[in-house]
């Protein structure tokens, strides 16, 4: 069964920092894209970023472009986000998604991100 | 970027009736390998998103065969041939034609 756990969300000021995980069980990891998308509380869903399943390429929507860095280990079946220079309008929920065939087949249950003072 | 508009917005449906979604892009979504990279996603409320369809009409695993996706090009539809109360959500087309990766505002199924 594919899963994906998120943790590292939290309450952070603003201009922080924080580090974002997703675990991933059931599958052959690195074989596969990876994404983050969000959701702002009541809003609809924004992609955030991708990365090749061998980790070469990343892409980036451009207003988290050189705040965060999409990353993974392939050894740990893990996909991770830094997230710098934090914002208000960067408070969501962080979905980790694995991609396949040009969509997003599997997603966690997210992460709440808060960034306020 | 390709900008994915949805219609209705919000549709209220009668148990037992169809359903229709539509979902139009800014540009067409084939890719140049042939394939048009176009899917539907519903999100139930407190759950995060699910995929139901991709490629335009391939349904995911373990999705009902009341949902369908049709269309090409710039001009796609999700369809539910019976809408069940398990239907109630947020639904979501989603083009991965090339980056950025877009969604749709969202359609709220809603039960009358």
């Known amino acids: 069964e594919v899963q994906l756990v998120e943790s590292g969300g939290g309450l952070v000021q603003p201009g922080g920092s924080l580090r974002l995980s997703c675990a991933a069980s059931?599958?052959?990891?690195?074989?596969?894209?990876m994404g983050w998308v969000r959701q702002a509380p009541g809003k609809g869903l924004e992609w955030v970023a991708n990365?090749?399943?061998?980790?070469?390429?990343?892409f980036y929507v451009d207003s988290v472009k050189g705040r965060f860095t999409i990353s993974r280990d392939n050894a740990k079946d893990s996909l991770s986000l830094d997230m710098n220079g934090l914002r208000a309008e960067d408070t969501a929920i962080y979905y980790c998604?694995?991609?396949?065939?040009?969509?997003?087949?599997?997603w966690g249950q997210g992460t709440l991100v808060t960034v306020s003072s | 970027d390709i900008v994915m508009t949805q219609t209705p917005l919000s549709s209220p449906v009668t148990l037992g009736q169809p359903a229709s979604i539509s979902c139009r892009s800014s540009?067409?979504?084939?890719?140049?390998?042939?394939?048009?990279?176009l899917s539907w996603l519903q999100q139930r409320p407190g759950q995060p998103p699910r995929l139901l369809i991709y490629k335009i009409s391939t349904r995911f695993s373990g999705v009902p065969d009341r949902f369908s996706g049709s269309g090409a090009g710039t001009d796609f539809t999700l369809k539910i041939s019976r809408v069940e109360a398990e239907d109630v959500g947020v639904y979501y087309c989603m083009q991965a034609k090339e980056f950025p990766i877009t969604f749709g505002q969202g359609t709220r199924l809603e039960i009358k």
């Open positions: 990365i090749k399943p061998d980790g070469s390429e990343k």
């Open positions: 540009q067409s979504l084939e890719h140049r390998d042939g394939d048009t990279y």
């Open positions: 998604a694995r991609g396949h065939e040009g969509a997003f087949d599997y």
């Open positions: 059931g599958f052959t990891f690195g074989s596969y894209w």
